[in-house]
């Protein structure tokens, strides 16, 4: 748990063991008052504190609205904290039925403590207790004769394995719980849809989907593709599927339970969507002319609950295996890691990316082709999803934007043509 007041640059650590033992002390003595006093050690430029202990006090008086504490008798308590290199930091109590704002004897009290101990900025931690156990706690420090309140900081880990672990519970269920594997399916890719939905920008669109281009090719159905929400000029829905044109389209991944035996599966859904004829003209960017853009690769991967592998090796080296348009960047195994594929990508002296879309489009393809594997990198289990979504975030910004539809490439198919000019 960590604490930061940012006007002074000072922080607090604790651990979550020592500050179950204010809870439990504090919910132990209520409805009276409880206190004590706070051990731990500061960081070399004296920013951080790190409380690792509650010192009990050996005498003490409490009542609903008091607590006193004497340190008689707790000499030899304090020589040996600090034989193990820490001091003595500051203190804590507990408000029963009451907010955590200190009152005016507590100020009072610090004032006094900084003079008697010789502390700079000691803290005061102030728990609210009621009935139902510990409702809140408020961390302060003294300085200048004034009680500065920290704020509590995100633990980023704590937040997504907690994220993780919803998405695990779900997935879990959906495999205990629904018997036929084509609702299991559809169950699962539902979840990552509305995960993707809910945490990436608004700029990108998640859906199952088929892919097509203006030739009027199509690739296998994608479980998730993820498309540009603002330069998707037209999906077209029929017969219960989605077509969403090749240009728009920035990843897409296959969704299986279990990732054995779906890896070079997946690879070939993969190359389906990228040998597709995407197209790219000019566009008006805040009213200035902007040429076509080059045509960007497009990510793909694989999605799964499970992993029935049980060396990590395995999914290495079938994903070293995988040439071409069916290479995979990334992928997200919940129970094992995530991953991302560095490649090294050699192009041939002299080949390089025009304003011309057929040579981009050849370009792309050498490109894919040139791969080789440099590193497969995994994360660890318990931020598969952490580590997954903030690759794939990194990629879609490397992308940038999509290049910007050819409309009256398609339109070809009905003999139509429409005025790009105003």
């Known amino acids: 748990m960590k604490y930061y007041l940012a006007s002074d640059d000072l922080y607090i650590e604790i651990q979550a063991s020592v500050f179950n033992q204010i809870q439990l002390q504090a919910e132990g003595e209520y409805p009276n008052e409880n206190g004590g006093m706070l051990a731990g050690r500061y960081s070399t430029d004296r920013h951080t504190v790190y409380i690792e202990k509650v010192i009990v006090p050996m005498e003490k008086t409490t009542s609903r609205t008091t607590f006193i504490r004497n340190t008689k008798g707790m000499e030899k308590v304090w020589e040996q904290l600090a034989n193990d290199g820490l001091r003595y930091i500051g203190e804590w109590h507990s408000h029963p039925n009451c907010s955590t704002q200190y009152s005016s004897t507590d100020l009072s009290a610090m004032a006094d403590i900084e003079k008697e101990v010789s502390i700079e900025n000691p803290l005061l931690l102030i728990v609210s207790v009621s009935s139902d156990g510990l409702s809140g706690h408020t961390f302060y420090c003294y300085k200048d004769n004034k009680l500065l309140k920290y704020k509590k900081m995100v633990d980023l880990r704590e937040l997504f394995h907690g994220l993780q672990e919803q998405m695990l519970v779900s997935l879990n269920v959906n495999r205990k719980f629904i018997d036929h594997s084509g609702s299991k399916g559809d ?46 000029p037209f999906i077209f829905k029929q017969d219960g599927f989605m077509y969403i044109p090749a240009e728009s389209v920035y990843a897409v991944f296959e ?21 597709l004829k995407r197209t790219s003209i000019g566009m008006i960017s805040s009213g200035v002319p902007m040429a076509a853009r080059k045509l960007t690769k497009i990510i793909g991967g694989i999605l799964t609950t499970n992993s029935s592998y049980r060396e990590i090796d395995t999914i290495k080296k079938q994903l070293m295996k995988l040439n071409g348009l069916q290479t995979l960047d990334m992928g997200c195994l919940c129970d094992t890691g995530s991953f991302y594929v560095d490649y090294n990508e050699t192009i041939p002296e002299g080949i390089k990316p025009t304003k011309s879309i057929e040579d981009n489009r050849k370009y792309i393809e050498l490109v894919y082709k040139s791969r080789t594997v440099k590193e497969i990198e995994f994360s660890d289990k318990d931020v598969s999803l952490f580590t997954f979504f903030l690759q794939l975030v990194s990629y879609l910004k490397f992308i940038g934007t999509v290049p910007a539809i050819d409309i009256n490439a398609y339109l070809k198919a009905i003999h139509a043509k429409i005025d790009e000019d105003i």
Do not use: C
């Not at 969704?255 to 040998?275: M, P, T």
């Open 187 to 232: 169950a699962t890719e539902q979840h990552w849809i509305e995960f993707l939905r809910t945490y990436l920008p608004d700029r990108y669109k998640v859906d199952k989907a088929i892919v097509i281009d203006s030739m009027g090719n199509v690739s296998e159905q994608m479980d998730i593709v993820i498309y540009d929400a603002i330069y998707t």
């Open 255 to 275: 969704v299986k339970q279990d990732v054995k035996g779906y890896i070079e599966y997946a690879a070939k859904k993969v190359e389906s969507v990228r040998k």
